[in-house]
């Protein structure tokens, strides 16, 4: 047992990639009791890696300095065709609510509905999430911008980028018009900033998107990941005090109610919506001629079928070595 505990000690500490939605250190803060028992858990530490922005975790990923990360959208993607880590989990919440992009506008000083509002281009300043995000970003452009033939680039006068939460304090302050954030973010931004709360109106809310994965490098041992998944799936449903603590815990965590047990499959969805966002923008976007936008979609649609075939191939399997990716579909490509 000595050697076993002296063993484990001498192991270097797992990196945990945090998502980019709130303050750095909010964000720690936050994760420090999940991450407490994933430690205790694994019988090795874990400490987090919390970045300010979706480009610093990106090339965390892609120097392999993340070994366990929760992630999202285009981030997740990447992680699973292109650094060579496995999803092991997916974030679950109990409101089927929640997962949905929100536009926020300053209540005294909108007009009162969405339609209204995008009839004055040239007016607004916008503050949304970073072009990796899925909710302030990738969802917000598919599902509101693109079917109404809006360019957001010429649309508004200014775009900034920031956390879900700061967004809509930016436009509480008064120091944008309009802010993308999320349905539970907007609930939890109520109860921390009542007062700024009250000066929002909503003026449009998405579909409901996939949650975040939690995905682990492929590389890791195989009873690691297994131990790791299955203390994921445990976490909040233990009965009494203990279990009262890991609930509190996941709640702290974007209200998060636990977490299911998942493979590479669980992120066909989110390879869907990228795909969608891509040959939208291609079909919205100025060409030389008609051959050019051919060529651009034939490119969109073979590099779907190539990341969904991945994706498919992986789910279900045992870890394995990193293998030549297929390039996972560009969300912002707009090339003319």
Do not use: K
């Amino acid at each position: 047992m000595l050697w076993c505990a002296v063993a484990a000690a001498q192991q270097p500490a797992l990196r945990f990639g945090i998502l980019p939605n709130s303050d750095p250190l909010e964000a720690r803060n936050e994760w420090a009791p999940v991450l407490a028992g994933m430690s205790r858990a694994l019988g090795r530490a874990v400490e987090p890696l919390s970045l300010t922005s979706y480009d610093a975790l990106e090339a965390a990923l892609r120097r392999g300095d993340v070994d366990l990360a929760l992630l999202s959208g285009q981030l997740a993607l990447e992680a699973a065709t292109r650094q060579s880590m496995v999803v092991l989990a997916q974030a679950r919440h109990d409101d089927p609510g929640c997962c949905r992009s929100v536009l926020v506008a300053r209540r005294d000083a909108m007009p009162g509905t969405l339609d209204q509002m995008l009839t004055m281009p040239g007016r607004w300043r916008l503050a949304r999430g970073e072009q990796q995000s899925m909710a302030g970003y990738l969802v917000p452009w598919l599902q509101l911008f693109l079917p109404r033939h809006i360019r957001p680039e010429s649309f508004f006068v200014s775009e900034t980028e920031g956390y879900h939460q700061s967004n809509a304090l930016a436009v509480a302050n008064g120091e944008a018009d309009l802010g993308i954030t999320t349905s539970g973010d907007l609930e939890r931004f109520s109860r921390r900033f009542p007062q700024e709360y009250r000066r929002l109106a909503v003026l449009w809310r998405s579909a409901q998107f996939p949650d975040a994965h939690l995905l682990a490098r492929r590389d890791l041992p195989a009873p690691l990941l297994e131990r790791l998944q299955a203390w994921l799936t445990a976490y909040g449903r233990t009965p009494g005090p203990g279990g009262d603590a890991e609930r509190a815990a996941l709640r702290q965590l974007r209200d998060f109610s636990g977490f299911t047990a998942a493979d590479d499959t669980a992120l066909l969805s989110t390879a869907q919506l990228v795909y969608q966002l891509a040959r939208q923008s291609a079909l919205q976007s100025r060409w030389v001629n008609d051959d050019a936008l051919q060529a651009r979609l034939r490119r969109v649609d073979r590099d779907y079928a190539g990341l969904t075939a991945m994706l498919e191939a992986e789910g279900g399997m045992p870890p394995m070595p990193a293998r030549t990716q297929v390039p996972v579909v560009p969300v912002s490509d707009t090339r003319r």
